[in-house]
């Protein structure tokens, strides 16, 4: 491993055709004997060279000037080394050249003579006897970087070699040119669909490397050039994307990109990116999370559960030389073997079990450790009581029943209670205030919606409390099911937009319908949801239509319902 590695700018190209059976990308085979992705299909680009910087360009020879190219780029300035780079290094590995000629043409390279001109051209500026502003000088040629359009920004982790802060770019292919390796960084060249390059991937044939691959997943998704051009540039920001290197619970090496589930918990447990954490959630198995909390996922995977249901132990393990106490955050299901990690996890020294919820995948096991503790133990039970229905635990009933605004001291930590009613009316949130992580409980989940079941569950009370999250100061989300989840604002965000879009739906749909009855309106409205899931997701629906009705914006009329 070398964690300190340079990180060398470079730029990548996606050139793009349209065909009858769809749009096509141009990718180049590096040489087996490449030290550096040896043997893989690429796009082509490279590192960035001096001559690449704006200062040995004139205005003339490019189409637009490094202000604009830098603010596009978000840095300070010579963003436009970049642009410039990627169709220096696009010229120099496939011949395609992307540029005006002086009567503001694009570059055909028609004739046997413009290609075997261009062709020694090429070849010259391989070995190192022209450079390319003297090329685009002596020939005329105006840099067509207008017609870039900045798609993606890649950083390598940190565990790697060979590093790279690369920027992709994606053109619309010059018509009239053709395109050739090098037969020495590169051995074969090909037009390809993106999705015909992937399913060849999965079958052995075309080896590519985890950036491309991410690549080719966005660009099989857009029907035509025009359509991924027109997406591209209307992007409001390009984040960078800065892959983290984990393994999976069979020991084989992953690759983590933002949006994946474990993205965010593994680049805070491996900041340095080692590579030698696992990404799977594993029932039974310790994580250490922060120094005060560790999670032990119990052994309930389910689609309501995903991995199972977290328990949260709070409390440093070298305590008091091993002799302090502990508190959990959700004891869990009623498991024997989970409290039996949980109390060897702990040594026994629980003295404080907090429920975010008393659904009977988070609190029964409170009782179970009750039992096993014995009478002497001193243990609190923590929480707010049990709403009266049979989805509910009323094993859990608290020593301490909390109220919103709540301060505790529990495990040598200070715990501020969020009353967050909506999917129970019991439910809280709990913030660990020195490390600014609030346990969601189901609240917040990861991976899937929480369903709002009534009468004790209530979208609008859902919805403010959502809302009122919104001005807490919060580092990291620790869910009820999933990992840690990273800029927890941003997240919040997302379900309020989520939870609005899908009552807009309800809206349109009871417009569209007349009076439909339940059957009809869950499948319009969750049309993008697994017919297999539509009984749960009817339960959500109907909390969307209580709220409607309370607010004036639907009216129940018998087994059928309509706006108003």
């Given at each position: ?393 009323q094993t859990f009933q608290p020593d301490r029943v909390v109220n919103d605004g709540d301060r505790l001291s529990v495990a040598g ?152």
């Amino acid at each position: 491993m070398n964690a300190t590695a340079p990180i060398r700018p470079a730029a990548t190209i996606i050139l793009t055709r349209d065909t009858a059976q769809g749009p096509e990308v141009f990718m180049m085979r590096r040489s087996p004997n490449s030290v550096f992705m040896s043997g893989v299909y690429v796009f082509p680009g490279g590192g960035l060279d001096d001559s690449d910087q704006p200062e040995h360009w004139s205005a003339h020879e490019l189409a637009i000037d490094d202000a604009a190219a830098s603010r596009v780029l978000t840095v300070e300035k010579n963003g436009l080394a970049f642009w410039i780079g990627a169709l220096r290094e696009c010229f120099e590995e496939s011949g395609l050249l992307l540029g005006y000629n002086d009567r503001g043409e694009i570059l055909s390279m028609d004739d046997a003579e413009q290609v075997n001109r261009f062709a020694e051209l090429r070849r010259k500026l391989n070995a190192g006897e022209i450079g390319f502003p003297q090329i685009c000088r002596e020939h005329n040629i105006r840099l067509a970087v207008d017609r870039m359009a900045y798609f993606s920004h890649w950083v390598t982790p940190p565990n790697e070699k060979r590093r790279y802060d690369t920027r992709f770019f994606a053109a619309v292919a010059p018509a009239q040119q053709i395109g050739s390796h090098d037969d020495a960084e590169t051995t074969d060249n090909t037009w390809i669909r993106p999705q015909d390059a992937l399913d060849q991937f999965k079958r052995g044939e075309f080896a590519l490397v985890f950036p491309t691959i991410k690549t080719l997943e966005r660009l099989a998704q857009f029907k035509d050039t025009a359509a991924l051009i027109a997406h591209t540039r209307a992007l409001p920001s390009i984040p960078p994307i800065h892959p983290h290197v984990a393994k999976s619970a069979d020991g084989s090496p992953r690759r983590l990109i933002p949006g994946d589930h474990a993205y965010a918990e593994i680049g805070k447990l491996d900041p340095e990116g080692r590579g030698n954490l696992c990404c799977d959630i594993v029932p039974g198995t310790l994580v250490q999370l922060a120094p005060s909390v560790r999670r032990l996922t119990a052994p309930n995977p389910g689609v309501m559960t995903g991995p199972g249901t977290n328990s949260y132990i709070v409390g440093r393990s070298n305590q008091d030389n091993g002799a302090g106490d502990f508190a959990i955050v959700d004891p869990g299901p009623d498991l024997p073997e989970h409290v039996d990690a949980l109390i060897a996890a702990t040594g026994g020294r629980i003295r404080w079990l907090l429920a975010t919820h008393t659904h009977r995948d988070h609190s029964p096991a409170a009782a179970l450790l009750r039992a096993r503790l014995g009478p002497a133990h001193k243990l609190e039970f923590i929480g707010r009581p049990p709403p009266g229905e049979e989805r509910q635990d009323q094993t859990f009933q608290p020593d301490r029943v909390v109220n919103d605004g709540d301060r505790l001291s529990v495990a040598g930590c200070s715990v501020r209670v969020i009353h967050t009613p909506g999917h129970a009316s019991n439910q809280c949130c709990y913030l660990l205030e020195d490390e600014r992580m609030l346990f969601t409980g189901d609240h917040i989940m990861q991976g899937s919606t929480v369903v709002i079941i009534p009468p004790d569950g209530n979208m609008i009370a859902y919805m403010q409390a959502l809302t009122k999250l919104q001005s807490e100061s919060l580092d990291w989300l620790a869910p009820g099911h999933g990992y840690l989840i990273g800029t927890p604002q941003v997240a919040i965000e997302r379900l309020i937009a989520h939870r609005i879009g899908r009552e807009t739906k309800v809206v349109e749909a009871l417009r569209a319908l007349g009076e439909p009855d339940m059957d009809a309106l869950v499948k319009k409205v969750y049309d993008d949801v697994p017919v297999s899931l539509h009984p749960m997701a009817s339960r959500s629906l109907l909390a969307h239509l209580i709220k409607l009705k309370e607010e004036g914006r639907a009216h129940e009329a018998g087994a059928s319902w309509r706006a108003t």
